[in-house]
């Protein structure tokens, strides 16, 4: 009886025990654990807890949002911060296992708690089984193709039973890919082969790999149907990858277009419409991309700068989230408008008198791009910034494994969009009418009255500004470095001489086409410097057979 | 008056030769050939930087041998040639003892030669290809087997089947991967495995394994769309020995290619603590580097380094020194182990003759750097501990991974015997 008893209070005590361990306890465990092994055997054993609170905390602690705050004692506690921050900045911290405040801290005296691959693989493992209950279908999505990756057999029951529930296509897909690729891990033959079957018909890159080990091990083992079986559906998911390059070539081209047309079509206007050979372009598409981190600094932690000694502080306005994001919205117009009023200043200064001179303005702008450099050197430093991408331009939309990034679609958006302005702006409006006016007959608009100094102007600020934008989307992409001008320059004038200067539907034309050939070689040849090389090559051979380019644009004026 | 003058002017001659003998007694020259203008002077001054610190410090404790060191700083301008003449008026005009000095491997191909014609003494602190070994150069740097050997180890260890091989296009990464390639085979990775195409020449022989690209390259949406298909069915990872800012492009596009570091890790055996600070730190958490020294190494010599190097920073009175956000690295400890193992050796020899120095050098000697523990070995390289890291938020390395003591070997090209299948 006594032994009953005790027997019933040890259970009980034991179920309490375990009951006791809530997601929040066995983290708090592991967070003040130092051997990163102990801690991964924790958070395994997060599994069975309740998935939403268990994805919760977890993703709290991977992003650093909790930190090791060493109190009084001496003892680490582990602490959590609130959104808000006061005038100094500290922001009220709550100990993470009780919830109770332990008074204001600042943010960047504390060491966020931290998480190495051991212990973040682990993480995962659990988080995919939780995330198999996510609301959102994305995160359902990873965590099935995770799992199929793994071919962990134990797996295949929490699948086979999200199936039957599932309504995504997208997961649904995932979940039939997943549940084939454990599949061939199967003892039984048949049931490989109906996995091998039914990832040839759901075309699967990732199980290529398993199914090569397939088709190894059944040729040794000499079971010929399971052999074909797997050979066919490699032959079916390699057709489907032939399928995915070529789009996917195709796609990268565009975007490699777009990009040398946003970049290029400022000096279209500049160079193409009024002859100014602008070796200083470059720099304008710099001044774009500087703009940009001037205003991402401001949206953020603000900025110092010393140029030639003098202190600059510029406020920043630590915005996080959306608002943060949505610094780039702002970057846009005024990269545009410090380039263009860059472009006013060296126009009036420099260029006006040497319209005449086309070689003279060559060395002038040159000299000025130089001068420009070391100006960014002074101002921001010989080491390139760093300009973070807004979250809504770092992600990718993935249709039948064709890869768009967002940020390259948005490129091609940009260019479209640019190109239609400039064309609206020259065809029906006033400001059009008079530049094509003037740079068609510069004399004869004169004495129709029109004030060609100021038409001069205002066409070298908008090809400057156009410039200036292409630097504000080059920043999102690549370095932002005293040189990056320099990295571009050649591009720029290549794409408007191939494609016929003074014409700029030859240089929507060109930039693509280069574009286009560039992508293609690089596939074909699988080399990016032998690709580059070929490009040039073919540049070069086309400017011997058609020296003005794709478009010859014809003329009575005598200047020519 | 004449005679007065004459007198006069004559004293103060004697007496100007007097401190000139005086100081040429109490000194010795120590030259430094290092980029300070062009391409490379943002990686090569902070190495400048970290030799003067050192100078002093051995300087306020007494010099090397009872001699106080005179620092011969010369710009090597990131221009091959022009490093070639410069090491030469070093070791003929300025008679340096010994020269710390060039990063590019191309810098010290070009200054090898002057060094041998006029016996000088090189200490070379830069991740190195290996295939090499001079009589007139130290190699503090990490051979391909202190960097990118014990990074395979790991990867394996990590469960990781597939590699793809990328790099920027020169000497570098080119013999660094094709040694990895004999030494994944050697480790039973089958060639499928390993990503990033091979160039032969007509008899089948592998001349080159991996992707390159050239200095500049901004487009990596082809490479990227590669990586993505090769890393689909998992366990992979990219070994990535890309240089410079080539990496922001690189890393950007990754990211929005929807590639993490959890699926598909990337170890990059070009990015330190002090390329770092112009990447995005965002998009590299997570990813693997591997050095012979983190400023994340928690040991006393360590912390007595960086605080000492960040109380030099403020209070130096050096031209173009940087003193805000500045970090240490291994190219820096190496340089700083260099010049303590040279005033060992010196003190060993008891004398600057290179020759003496050098036989010193060679009998193995230790210094507890910064790193931990390293020695001099016979083939003019270093035993020193492996480091494998993780990339952190704040431009720091987290420490995965140590390998102590290991051997530096310059000659690693055919020594590793790919495995036979076992069925």
Known sequence: MIKLIFAVLLSWLLGASIYAATPREIIAKALL??????????????????????????????????????????????????????????????????????????????????????????????????????????????????????????????????????????????????IALIQLKDENDAVKIAACNELGAIRSIPSQDALKAIVAEATAESKTNLANAAQLALNEI???????????????????????????????????????????????????????YVVQCVFGPGLELSPFGIHIALPGMNATGTLYNCYFVLALPLSFLTAALAGIALERGIIRFLYRRPLESLLATWGVSLVLQQLFRLTFGANNVQVSSPSWLSGNWTVNDVLFGWNRVFVIVFAVAIVFGVTMLLKKTPLGLLIRAVMQNRQMAACMGVRTERVNMLTFALGSGLAGLAGAFISQIGNVGPSLGQLYIVDCFMTVVVGGVGN????????????????????????????????????????????????????????? | MFQSLKKSILAAGIATVAVLSVQAQDTVKVGILHSLSGTMAISETSLRDVLLFTFDEINAKGGVAGKKIEPVVVDGASNWPLFAEKAKQLLEQDKCAVVFGCWTS????????????????????????????????????????????????????????????????YVYPQTTNLVLLEYLLSKGVPIENIGGGFKKDESGKVISAGKYTPFGHTDYQQIIAEIKQFSAGGKACVVSTLNGDTNVPFFKEYAAAGLTAEKCPVVSFSISEDEFRALP??????????????????????????????????????????????????PMVLSYDGVYLWKAAVEKAGSFEVDKVREALQSGLSFNGPGGKVTSQKNMHLTKNVFIGETKADGQFKILKQYDGVFGEPWLKGTFKPKVATK
């Open chain 2, 281 to 330: 730190a965002k998009q590299l958490v997570g990813q693997l580097g591997c050095w012979t020294y983190f400023q994340s190494i928690k040991s006393p010599a360590n912390k007595a380094f960086v605080d000492n190097f960040q109380g030099w920073l403020k209070q130096t009175t050096v031209d173009g020194v940087k003193k805000e956000g500045r970090v240490t690295c291994s």
């Open chain 2, 106 to 169: 191309v810098s010290r191909k070009s200054v090898l030669p002057v060094f041998e014609k006029n016996n000088g003494l090189l200490f070379y602190p830069v991740q190195y290809e290996g295939e090499e070994e001079s009589k007139n150069v130290f190699y503090t740097a990490e051979a391909v087997n202190q960097q990118a050997t014990p990074s395979i180890d790991y990867l394996l260890a990590q469960g990781k089947k597939k590699f793809y091989l990328l790099g920027s296009d």
């Open chain 1, 33 to 178: 654990i130092e051997d990163s092994e102990e801690q991964a055997k924790l958070v395994t054993s997060l599994g069975d807890s309740d998935p939403q609170e268990v994805i919760a905390l977890l993703t709290l602690w991977k992003e650093g949002g909790i930190f090791l705050n060493v109190d009084a004692a001496g003892a680490k506690v582990p602490v959590t911060l609130d959104e808000e921050k006061d005038g100094e900045g500290k922001q009220l911290a709550h100990r993470f296992d009780t919830g109770a405040a332990v008074g204001k801290l600042l943010a960047s005296d504390l060491n966020a708690a931290e998480t190495d691959s051991a212990l973040r693989l682990a993480m995962k493992s659990v988080l995919d089984m939780a995330q198999l209950s996510s609301p959102d279908a994305k995160k359902r999505q990873e965590a099935v193709e995770t799992m199929g990756s793994e071919q962990d057999p134990e797996r295949l029951p929490a699948l086979l039973a999200r199936q039957t529930r599932e309504t995504d296509s997208r997961v649904k897909r995932a979940i039939r890919e997943a």
């Open chain 1, 504 to 560: 700029l539907i030859g240089t929507v034309i060109s930039a693509l086409g280069i574009g286009m050939l560039d992508q293609s070689l690089q596939q074909i040849l699988g080399n990016p410097v032998l690709g580059k090389i070929l490009v040039l090559l073919g540049i070069i051979l086309f400017l011997q057979w058609k020296p003005a380019g794709l478009f010859v644009t014809k003329s009575r004026s005598l200047e020519n």
């Open chain 1, 238 to 292: 390699a057709k489907h990858v032939t399928f995915v390059n070529t789009a996917g070539t195709a796609f990268r081209g565009l975007s490699l277009g777009s990009i040398l047309l946003v970049v290029a079509i400022g000096l279209a206007i500049t160079f193409g419409l009024m002859g100014v050979i602008n070796m200083a372009h470059g720099e304008m598409i710099a001044i774009g991309a500087y703009t940009t």
